[in-house]
């Protein structure tokens, strides 16, 4: 059942959205592949620091973070990947490793990989290691005002 909070925000923001139950999976390889979702259509949310501030990076499940382009992106004079120890508190309703990508609802600016406008839909994590949420991409990107980087 997804968590009351992520309800509420998607409930509360009207978004049309539908969940996806899979067994324990952790990596976002693996979690594509248990939900039967494409690795390119499957969001997965990379904590970073960006001269030492938390950030959530979202790129395809089949990518990698590119620290170098974020570095020239933000203009930033450092980029760097967050240890779960730095960020495991910022997610109080959540499986550690198992945050949506709504940074929002943490007070968190997200990043998005421009490579996730390829599909209409997105799936990302709900807070769970066997849940996701489905909804279309365009109504990610409404709710999420992220910031995009080309790839």
């Known amino acids: 059942?997804?968590?009351?909070?992520?309800?509420?925000?998607?409930?509360?923001?009207?978004?049309?959205y539908i969940t996806i139950n899979?067994?324990?999976?952790y990596t976002a390889q693996e979690i594509a592949?248990?939900?039967?979702?494409?690795?390119?259509?499957?969001?997965?949310?990379?904590?970073?620091?960006v001269?030492?501030?938390?950030?959530m990076m979202v790129e395809p499940a089949n990518t990698h973070v590119d620290l170098n382009k974020l570095k020239e992106v933000t203009g930033a004079k450092s980029v760097e990947l967050a240890s779960e120890y730095e960020f495991q508190d910022k997610f109080p309703d959540c499986e550690l490793g198992a945050?949506?990508?709504l940074g929002e609802m943490y007070h968190l600016d997200v990043y998005v990989s421009n490579k996730l406008r390829d599909d209409e839909k997105i799936v990302?994590?709900?807070?769970?290691h066997t849940e996701l949420v489905k909804m279309k991409y365009k109504d990610f990107e409404n709710l999420v005002k992220p910031t995009m980087i080309d790839d």
Do not use: Q, R
């Not at 990302?124 to 769970?128: K, L, R, W």
């Open 99 to 101: 945050m949506p990508p």
């Open 124 to 128: 990302f994590n709900a807070g769970t």
């Open 1 to 16: 059942m997804l968590a009351t909070k992520l309800k509420k925000y998607l409930d509360d923001h009207h978004v049309k």
């Open 33 to 49: 592949a248990c939900a039967h979702v494409s690795g390119k259509e499957f969001a997965k949310t990379v904590m970073i620091k």
């Open 22 to 25: 899979h067994s324990p999976a």
């Open 51 to 55: 001269d030492g501030e938390l950030k």
